[in-house]
């Protein structure tokens, strides 16, 4: 990982951290092991994808949320 990479995830985490947890919580059914799982997951699919997470696409924490709601219908 490099300074970038920590520095985004960083980002992502401080800017969007609470309100997707309580998201993941949510989909969870209050499991706070798996929300935490899913925010981790979701996390690790925007690093793996950083272009996703370009404004002009749309909105980053739309995409985060999706991206949580999807992982936990897959789950």
């Known amino acids: 990982m490099t300074d970038q990479d920590a520095h985004l ?3 992502l985490q ?3 951290g609470d309100a997707l947890f309580a ?3 949510r989909l969870a059914g209050g ?3 798996r929300a935490e799982d899913l925010v981790q997951e979701t996390l690790l699919r925007a690093w793996r994808h950083p272009e996703a997470l370009d404004p002009q696409r749309g ?3 739309a995409w985060l949320f999706t991206t949580a709601r999807n992982l936990a219908i897959d789950a």
Do not use: C, I, W, Y
Request: aromatic content about 0%; glycine content about 0%; cysteine-free.
């Open 59 to 61: 909105s980053v924490r």
């Open 31 to 33: 499991d706070r092991q």
């Open 14 to 16: 401080e800017e969007h």
């Open 23 to 25: 998201h993941a919580l």
């Open 9 to 11: 995830l960083r980002a």
